[in-house]
């Protein structure tokens, strides 16, 4: 079955920027999104279609995507940014199925 | 604004069965596809079901595929998840969630409910 490859961990000081990364087979035919789960607290969709922030979502969340690969980055980093955070895209196939990544605990100290 | 507001969770044995509500409210809701997302204790999100905004489309992961069904009554604005032969690895927070689309991504999500499989 298909999945999103992410690090487990990622680790900033606060002000650095931060990139989280997620690989897969299709991503070049399939848009990724991102979202960000604070302790205790369902999802918040941060990034759509690749590069998109919905509104409310602060600038210093941008997304890319390129080949296999989708990285968000979060410029500026605060501590009020450690979350997890899962990228979430579908397969290339007619399956219709879609998958989330591992997650990435970001820590900022 | 969007809500969404999960129901019918609680503890079950393993090999019965359990149905999840969401009743949405905010949005309209026959406009939208409609997801259940899970996350097991301590463990990651895995995406569970989506359904389309007319009900014509609906689509399963692996995992549950042939035991879990969605569903949906767009005359109540609500949604669900027949679950059946559960087993202890459906133990997880349920969360359902509205598509930004028909049959895109989740955009806004529900409080989450637990479903615990235990004998």
Redesign the interface.
Known sequence: ?YELTQPPSVSVSPGQTARITCSGDALPKR?A?W?Q?KSGQ????VI?EDNKR?SGISERFSGSSSGTLATLTISGAQVDDEA?Y?C?SRDSSD?????????TKLTVL | QVHLVASGGGVVQPGRSLRLSCAGSGFTFNAYGM?W?RQAPGK????VA?ISNDGS?R????TVEGRFTISRDNSKNTFYLQMSSLTTEDTAIY?CAKD?GD??????????ILVTVSS
Do not use: C, N
Request: aromatic share 28%; net charge negative.
């Open positions: 079955s848009y999104y979202y789960q369902a999802p918040v969709l759509f919905p997890d899962f979430y399956t219709h199925r879609r998958v989330f990544g591992g997650g | 997801h997302v990651g999100l895995e995406w989506l489309k689509y399963y992961a692996d969360y930004q049959i895109a991504a989740p955009d806004y999500w529900g409080q989450g």
